[in-house]
């Protein structure tokens, strides 16, 4: 009897012993998760910020600390390109637009306002407009000529455009002619084209000012381009030759400006209007060397242009001593 009560009482306290064990056993994984938050808290918090953090719950009250920023090295020298700006309320949209008579599309880029120096010297401001990426081709010329757009029998409005005479000889000089620009035009055609294009799409096309064709053509840039950035955008003297003479070339095969503009050097030089509202051909043309195929190219209209016409009175349309004028347009808003 004895002996079964000194058995049953150890087999109790194994049993209360085997307990404690379990208890303390459940309750160390729960201290051992509160030290290893403990360690994850900054011991330091004045310590370098960038300094990596170890992943896990953040403690009440404790201070997050921003994350580095990168910043950006230093520019690199040579000419910047001025980043297209973001579109925003009231910035202008550029659109493209059927030449009436033709399959041809005149595409137009807005152009930022600006404050640039006039070719006097003297300082201009220039509100936003819209460019022609390219000159204006033959395609688009000839339906202004020869009234493409229109039926026979239809007149044309009074007063609302003159159209030129028909030319006596190939004006293209056998460069090309769809898709190449117009050459060998007056002062005076390409204005009375705006006045045709104008009237017939309804919106306000004309020639660019002087101060208005530097900024464009500029395209964002502060300088002239370099020699290897003249060749990618321009043909002039050095590379404008096919079939061993000097000519124009398809518009729009060239590198673009920052404004989206080709051909805004060489190729065909450009009727801009001058101070004094004459015509002054900027850019520089095909035949052109490099020096004078420029930003600051500018060559007066000179009845030179036009000396060998045989016909009396000479044309006040085409120039006979002109195969490098040619011309873009502007758009008002």
């Known amino acids: 009897m004895r002996h079964k009560t000194t058995l049953t009482a150890r087999n109790t306290a194994f049993l209360a012993l085997a307990a404690a064990c379990v208890t303390a056993c459940e309750t160390q994984p729960a201290k051992d998760e509160s030290a290893a938050r403990a360690v994850e808290a900054p011991a330091n918090p004045s310590r370098d910020a960038r300094a990596p953090v170890a992943a896990g719950p953040v403690p009440p009250g404790a201070a997050l600390t921003p994350a580095p920023v990168e910043r950006a090295g230093p520019t690199p020298p040579g000419p910047q390109v001025a980043a297209p700006a973001a579109p925003t309320q009231g910035m202008l949209a550029g659109f493209e637009i059927l030449v009436p008579g033709t399959t041809a599309k005149l595409v137009l ?142 518009v729009g095969k060239k590198a673009a400006n920052g404004y989206g503009l080709h051909d805004v050097l060489g190729n065909a030089a450009e009727w801009t209007v001058g101070a004094e509202g004459k015509g002054v051909l900027r850019g520089g043309s095909f035949k052109d060397p490099a020096e004078k195929a420029a930003l600051s190219a500018r060559l007066p209209d000179d009845p030179a242009f036009n000396a060998t016409d045989p016909q009396i009175p000479k044309s006040v349309w085409w120039l006979a001593d002109g195969p490098f004028a040619g011309f873009r347009v502007v758009c008002d808003p």
Request: hydrophobic residues 40%; aromatic residues 12%; proline residues 8%.
């Open 109 to 250: 880029a807005p152009i930022p306002a600006a404050e640039v120096q006039a070719a006097d010297g003297t300082r201009a401001s220039v509100a936003p407009f819209l460019a022609a990426t390219t000159e204006i081709t033959w395609d688009m010329y000839d339906a202004f000529v020869f009234a493409m757009e229109r039926a026979e029998t239809e007149k044309d409005p009074p007063d609302a455009f003159a159209r030129p005479s028909k030319p006596y000889i190939l004006m293209d000089r056998g460069f090309g002619h769809a898709g190449y620009p117009v050459i060998s035009v007056s002062f005076r055609g390409a204005t009375q084209f705006c006045r045709w294009l104008s009237n017939r799409t309804g919106k306000h096309f004309r020639l660019p000012t002087e101060a208005e064709w530097t900024h464009a053509a500029r395209g964002g840039i502060a300088t002239d381009p370099d020699a290897a950035a003249l060749d990618a955008s321009t043909w002039y003297q050095p590379n404008s030759k096919t079939r061993g003479r000097l000519s124009t070339h398809p």
